[in-house]
T-cell receptor, first 111, second 110 residues
């Protein structure tokens, strides 16, 4: 079964501390993986996708096929990073581009 | 370029009432989606439309209907609202290897 698991509902860190938001997936093929972010009362927006190998707002994520993980990391958290983060998987070859979302992790960065 | 727009932003319904949530995109995307967002449940797909004239069920379609009116518009209808349908509803479209979301509709059913 295709599934995305985000084990933490809430992650609370202090400003300047490192952040790691966990994402594990279950998929038999080669997945395309994404991180979406939702700031308070705003729409979801794409943060990064693994095929781009980019760093956005200091965040990076590496696909580990052996551990089936795509954890989101940032070395020094900022208060403006406080938001809900969703990991999502796009099954390969799907004509409908249906993303499978995890349940989300709320990141709270304390001053 | 407004992206994905939704109306209304807020709505309160009584049990049994009906309503239609409107969604439009101006990015010429083929695929459109309706999600609901509930605490602890993440985003769950209600219905999607791969192209104009086609619709298909997602993970949680019961109690909802959709219409893909044209390439731009994709509406979601609640025929007889129930308290379990209290949620935030997001419309989205897919293009340029990314899903674009609307601002959401916060629906409360009493």
């Amino acid at each position: 079964a295709q599934r995305v698991t985000q084990p933490e509902k809430l992650l609370s860190v202090f400003k300047g501390a490192p952040v790691e938001l966990k994402c594990n997936y279950s998929y038999s093929g080669s997945p395309e993986l994404f991180w979406y972010v939702q700031y308070s009362r705003q729409r979801l927006q794409l943060l990064l996708r693994h095929i781009s190998r980019e760093s956005i707002k200091g965040f990076t994520a590496d696909l580990n096929k052996g551990e089936t993980s795509f954890h989101l990391k940032k070395p020094f958290a900022q208060e403006e990073d406080s938001a809900m983060y969703y990991c999502a998987l796009l099954p390969y070859g799907g004509a409908t581009n249906k993303l499978i979302f995890g349940t989300g992790t709320l990141l709270a960065v304390q001053p | 370029n407004a992206g994905v727009t939704q109306t209304p932003k807020f709505q309160v319904l009584k049990t049994g009432q009906s309503m239609t949530l409107q969604c439009a995109q101006d990015m010429n995307h083929n695929s459109m989606y309706w999600y609901r967002q509930d605490p602890g449940m993440g985003l769950r797909l209600i219905y999607y439309s791969a192209s104009e004239g086609t619709t298909d069920k997602g993970e949680v379609p019961n109690g909802y209907n959709v219409s893909r009116l044209n390439k731009r518009e994709f509406s979601l209808r609640l025929e007889s609202a129930a308290p379990s349908q209290t949620s935030v509803y997001f419309c989205a479209s897919w293009g340029s290897y990314e899903q674009y979301f609307g601002p959401g509709t916060r629906l409360t059913v009493t």
